[in-house]
């Protein structure tokens, strides 16, 4: 069976602070497919990344970074210096299946 | 560049009523999908479309069915709508085979059964 879990339901961080969300993964698939989306207040669903179990690289994109770890199926998301725009609810999610994890809704105050 | 476009935005419908939820996209995308999203639960698949003319079931099709006559449209039907069937819907898109490529949605329908 797949699924996810983003055990953090709610994260609360000031502006600036540095923040990580996680998402634990279940799959009996040995190939793979990992994403995250943000879901800002207005309530669009906006892609962020996808990542390719073959590769366990980490991804940085400006204030975003991930560390996927195959070992721990983990794929978790790091928010550098955070900021009020990045208040959203934000989705794991596991291909094949395309199930999505429960969310995790950021809240960056100034 | 439209993307997908659902209608209605927003539907309030008596249960027992039948109701369909509209989806377009412009992109040409082969995979479509319905998902629910509901509080504390995230999205959950109802019903996908890998290529014109195939459907399939996702987590939580019951009450609900699919058409995918061309490859542009992809309704969502309730034959006979139920509270517990409030929820918002997304459509979405993918250009590649399903769980391969990220998903385009569209902006959501909001539908109330009472």
């Known amino acids: 069976a797949q699924k996810v879990t983003q055990a953090q339901t709610e994260i609360s961080v000031v502006e600036k602070e540095d923040v990580t969300l996680d998402c634990v993964y279940e799959?009996?698939?040995?190939?793979?497919?990992l994403f995250w989306y943000k879901q800002p207040p207005s309530g669009e669903l906006v892609f962020l990344i996808r990542?390719?179990?073959?590769?366990?690289q980490n991804e940085i994109s400006g204030r975003y970074s991930w560390n996927f770890q195959k070992s721990t199926s983990s794929f978790n998301f790091t928010i550098t210096a955070s900021q009020v725009v990045d208040s959203a609810v934000y989705f794991c999610?596991?291909?094949?299946?395309?199930?999505f994890g429960a969310g995790t809704r950021l809240t960056v105050k100034p | 560049i439209a993307g997908i476009t659902q209608a209605p935005t927003s539907q309030i419908l008596a249960a027992g009523r039948r109701m369909t939820l509209r989806c377009t996209q412009d992109?040409?995308?082969?995979?479509m999908y319905w998902y629910r999203q509901d509080l504390g639960l995230g999205l959950r698949l109802i019903h996908y479309?890998?290529?014109?003319?195939?459907?399939g079931k996702g987590e939580v099709p019951d009450g609900y069915s699919v058409s995918r006559a061309n490859t542009d449209d992809f309704p969502l039907t309730l034959a006979s709508a139920v509270p517990s069937q409030t929820s918002v819907y997304f459509c979405?898109?993918?250009?590649?085979?399903?769980?391969?490529?990220?998903?385009?949605f569209g902006e959501g329908s909001r539908l109330t059964v009472l």
């Open positions: 479309s890998n290529t014109a003319g195939t459907t």
């Open positions: 999610a596991l291909g094949y299946g395309m199930r």
């Open positions: 799959t009996r698939d040995t190939t793979y497919y």
């Open positions: 990542r390719n179990s073959f590769d366990e």
């Open positions: 979405a898109s993918s250009d590649r085979h399903m769980g391969t490529g990220e998903l385009f």
């Open positions: 992109m040409r995308h082969n995979a």
